[in-house]
């Protein structure tokens, strides 16, 4: 009986190692860092696009849970989810001699997950953190001329605990890859030029 009940306390100590205050919620403050070193483009001048950002995730209340083998408390985000990954998207764009107001050119967007889901491993564990968009370039009339899915992964390691902080940088991460790789498409700027008249 008390081997039993020293099994039991252990695996509650290790939940709550783990989890970092398994039962507490944690709120992070999510910010996007632009990519550096980008050249304007001839290509962008004259070209203002509107960008919708639509969140279709199956739970929009957080963006993580504390916890391994189950889900305790969970990670939410103080900031709309939806209007970060906006606000990054008209970053790249500003940053390429877009002009970001509505225009002849609508990148619609849906974002179906944003999470981090934690591995634990013996001594310490990682973060993956998923950013997946389905990205849409749409002219005036509403036709779509680019449709394409764009998922952003990331993976920190060297963690002790699943908490907000570890997951908020897992996150960051995975929008910065996401943004990389919509912004090294060379289809998604020949849309946005078809779609404002220009190909």
């Known amino acids: 009986m008390r081997q039993r009940y020293a099994s039991i306390s252990g695996i509650i100590v290790l939940v709550l190692l783990t989890s970092g205050c398994a039962f507490t919620v944690d709120r992070i403050d999510l910010a996007y860092k632009a990519q550096e070193n980008v050249q304007r483009m001839d290509s962008a001048s004259g070209i203002a696009v509107e960008v919708i950002v639509k969140d279709v995730r199956p739970q929009t209340d957080r ?15 103080n900031q709309d989810v939806a209007k970060v990954v906006k606000e990054a ?15 002849n050119v609508r990148i619609s967007c849906d974002l179906s997950n944003f999470w981090t889901k934690w591995q634990m491993g013996f001594w310490s ?37 699943t908490s907000g902080r570890n997951a908020k940088e897992a996150l960051e991460l ?18 946005i030029a078809k779609a404002n008249g220009k190909a």
């Open 174 to 191: 995975a929008l910065q890859d996401a943004m990389k790789k919509l912004f090294q498409m060379p289809d998604f700027f020949d849309a």
């Open 125 to 161: 564990g990682k973060a993956h953190g998923s950013c997946q968009l389905l990205v849409k370039v749409k002219d005036q009339k509403g036709t779509i001329v680019f449709s394409e899915i764009v998922n952003g992964e990331s993976t920190k390691g060297g963690i002790q605990i």
């Open 89 to 103: 998207i008209e970053a790249e764009l500003s940053q390429r001699g877009y002009t970001v107001s509505p225009g």
């Open 63 to 77: 963006v993580s849970a504390k916890g391994v083998a189950t889900q305790a408390a969970p990670i939410v985000s």
